[in-house]
C-alpha cells in the first residue's frame, strides 16, 4: 500500500476485516438474490479500473507536486497537511451531508471529543510517520523506483508480528519474504550502477515501510476507542496530524519557503492539490470497494499488478532506460509480494476450512 496511496489504504482494511457498520460501501446484493454473471463481471472491472486509475494517478500527481522542476516547491510537509485537512473536512463533510440519505445515511454524526482525540494520539503520530515518509520517499526516487524503494512492508509485517504479537511465520511466506528483500537489494544496487540512487530517497522508503506495518498493528488497537468507526478514526487521525504538522513545517522551515513560494496564488497550483487531496481521500473508499466485490487476496493480486502497470508508465513517461537486472529487481518484488499473499491466502483458506484448528492457532495464521 501504497499509500502514499497506503496512507488511508490500511485503515480502510482493518475496519473492513473488523466489521466496522458506519460505511459509504454499497450492500454487495439485495434480498438473498445474487446479480447476473455478466453485471457481477462489470461491476468488478469498473471497481478495479477505478483503483487502479486513482491509485496511479495519485502517485504521479504527488511526485508533480514534491519534486516538479516547473513547480519549485520544497515544502512536502505542506503537501501532506494539505492532503491530511482535505480528508478531514471531507469526512465532516459526509457527516453533515447524513441527512440527505443514500449513498451518506450510513455515516455517523462527527464531532470532536478531546479526550478520544488524545487516545489516537498514539496512532497519529504513527500516521504522520507513514505519510511523510511516503511522501519523502517519493520526492527523493523516481516513480518507477518507488514500488521497490518501499517493498519491505511484507517483510516488516513478519518481524513485528513475531516481535510484538508472538505469531510464527511458515516456510514458504519467508521464502516470498526473502525473495522480496533480494529485490530490494537488487534494485538498490542498480540504481547506483544508473547513477540515480538516492540513499535519502532509500532510508525514507525503509522507514515507511515499518510506519505502515505499525500503523496497522496501532489502528486494531485504537479502533475500539471510536466505537470500531473507520470513518471517525479517519476524521479523528487526519484532525489530529493536522495539529502535529505545524510544528514540523515550522521547525523546517517549510513556512519560509511558501512565502518565497511564487506560484502560492496562482489558482492551477490549488486546484493541483485539492485533486491530489481528493484522491488521497478516495483511494480509501476505492480500496474498500475492491475488497468488498473481491476478496482481500485479490485486492493484493490486483494492487501487485498495479504496481507492475505503474513502472512500466512511469518508466515509459519519464522516457527512462532501465537495465535487464533494474527490471529483474522489479519482477523479484512483484513475483514475492504475489507469492506471500498466495501462500497466506492458502493458509488463511486451510484454517478456516479445518474446524480442529483452535481460535489461537487460527490468529496466528492471519496476516
Known amino acids: 500500500m501504497s499509500k502514499a496511496q497506503l496512507t488511508r489504504t490500511g485503515i480502510l482494511r482493518m475496519a473492513l476485516g473488523g466489521g466496522a457498520a458506519d460505511t459509504l460501501l454499497p450492500a454487495e446484493g439485495g434480498g438473498g438474490r445474487r446479480a447476473p454473471f455478466l453485471l457481477r463481471a462489470l461491476r468488478i472491472a469498473v471497481v478495479v479500473c477505478l483503483y487502479w486509475f486513482i491509485s496511479i494517478a495519485m502517485v504521479f500527481l504527488n511526485k508533480y507536486l514534491l519534486d516538479s522542476p516547473s513547480l519549485r516547491l520544497d515544502a512536502p510537509l505542506f503537501v501532506t497537511f494539505f492532503q491530511c485537512a482535505l480528508t478531514a473536512a471531507l469526512c465532516l463533510g459526509l457527516s453533515l451531508g447524513a441527512a440527505c440519505g443514500p449513498p451518506c445515511s450510513g ?48 517483510v516488516f509485517n513478519v518481524l513485528l508480528s513475531y516481535l510484538l504479537l508472538k505469531q510464527t511465520t511458515s516456510l514458504y511466506a519467508l521464502l516470498a519474504c526473502g525473495v522480496i528483500i533480494g529485490g530490494f537489494w537488487l534494485g538498490v544496487d542498480q540504481e547506483g550502477a544508473e547513477g540515480t540512487l538516492s540513499w535519502t530517497g532509500i532510508f525514507f522508503g525503509i522507514l515507511a515501510s515499518l510506519c505502515v506495518s505499525l500503523n496497522a498493528i496501532y489502528t486494531k488497537k485504537v479502533l475500539p476507542v471510536v466505537d470500531g468507526s473507520i470513518w471517525r478514526l479517519t476524521f479523528y487521525n487526519n484532525v489530529n496530524a493536522c495539529v502535529l504538522f505545524f510544528p514540523l513545517m515550522l521547525l523546517l522551515g517549510e513556512f519560509r519557503s511558501l512565502y518565497h513560494f511564487d506560484k502560492l496564488g496562482s489558482p492551477s497550483f490549488w486546484g493541483m492539490m485539492t485533486l491530489g487531496g481528493v484522491f488521497g481521500f478516495a483511494i480509501g473508499y476505492v480500496t474498500g470497494l475492491q475488497i468488498k466485490f473481491t476478496s482481500p487476496l485479490t485486492h ?23 537495465s535487464f537486472l533494474w527490471w529483474t529487481s522489479n519482477l523479484m518484488v512483484l513475483g514475492g509480494s504475489f507469492a506471500y499473499t498466495w501462500v497466506k491466502g492458502l493458509e488463511m483458506r486451510k484454517v478456516q476450512e479445518d474446524p480442529s484448528v483452535k481460535s489461537g492457532e487460527r490468529n496466528e495464521t492471519g496476516v
Open 300 to 322: 493484493n493480486v490486483s494492487g501487485t499488478a498495479k504496481a507492475c502497470a505503474q513502472t512500466v508508465l512511469a518508466v515509459i513517461y519519464f522516457e527512462e532506460t532501465k
Open 107 to 154: 455515516l455517523p454524526t462527527l464531532r470532536l471529543d478531546p479526550k478520544v482525540s488524545r487516545s489516537v494520539l498514539p496512532l497519529s503520530a504513527v500516521f504522520i510517520g507513514m505519510v511523510t515518509s511516503n511522501n519523502l520517499c517519493l520526492k527523493h526516487v523516481g516513480v518507477a523506483f518507488y514500488n521497490v524503494g518501499r517493498s519491505l512492508t511484507t
